[in-house]
């Protein structure tokens, strides 16, 4: 059996071995393994949201087998929220690994773009620049809690009153409504759409990025090319 030469390897190989070859010297292995790690936090944000939808249900479960009536008196009360805190903080942790996936998507993404020959997928993650900066904005609300909340260094400037309707005005410190999370003045959709969006955003940057490499290796690696 004739041995495959390298050009005719690689035109056969994954796709973080072909970026390695044909990008610019300043930018090959960092966009190589770029595209190794956005496949992973893709993957991990799928993970995350089945997680997310189990700990929904798990606190939901809760609420159907142990909320207290009006007569059960303030002690039952008590009790209940205590035991709510803690059926829902897998909910909490899980949503700030859904939001953690999101944002290294996005450094991926922007690492595996930098090279100038792939300006074409560049514009198809820049074309999503504000979805991608809302979500890593999530993530700051995580990362940086302690400095939201009172007495905290961004208090004031992060912490908007917002009102309700039918309610008095309030700062949500955190809080999940339906498919959505709350920070603030701020809403997320953690749901299975959110999910859809973040493929749809990769998918498009991947679309664009595909042909180009192709194009490029066939270009350094002509006999390759010819000869599959």
């Not at 300043?26 to 799928?46: D, F, G, V, W």
């Not at 059926?87 to 922007?110: D, G, K, Q, V």
């Not at 400095?147 to 208090?155: A, K, M, Q, V, Y």
Request: proline share 4%.
């Amino acid at each position: 059996m004739e041995q495959l030469s390298f050009a005719e390897l690689l035109i056969q190989a994954p796709y973080a071995d072909k970026i390695n070859a044909i990008a610019s010297d300043e930018y090959a292995q960092a966009a190589s393994y770029a595209y190794n790690r956005l496949l992973t936090y893709k993957a991990a944000a799928a993970k995350q949201l089945e997680r997310m939808q189990e700990a929904k249900a798990v606190s939901a479960r809760y609420i159907v087998a142990n909320e207290p009536r009006a007569a059960d008196g303030w002690l039952a009360m008590k009790n209940f929220v205590e035991g709510y805190r803690d059926a829902a903080a897998s909910l909490i942790y899980e949503t700030h690994f859904y939001f953690i996936a999101w944002h290294n998507c996005s450094e991926m993404l922007e690492t595996l773009t930098k090279d100038p020959a792939f300006r074409e997928a560049r514009k198809a993650y820049t074309k999503n620049a504000k979805m991608w900066h809302h979500y890593k904005a999530a993530r700051h609300s995580f990362e940086h809690f302690a400095d939201r909340l009172p007495g905290g260094s961004e208090h004031e400037r992060k912490m908007v009153e917002v009102t309700p309707p039918g309610g008095s005005p309030l700062k949500i410190f955190f809080g999940f409504v339906g498919d959505n999370y709350e920070h603030s003045d701020q809403v997320w959709d953690i749901g299975q759409a959110s999910l859809d969006n973040l493929y749809g955003a990769i998918d498009a940057v991947l679309s664009a990025l595909y042909p180009i490499v192709d194009k490029l290796v066939a270009e350094k690696f002509p006999r390759g090319a010819k000869e599959l």
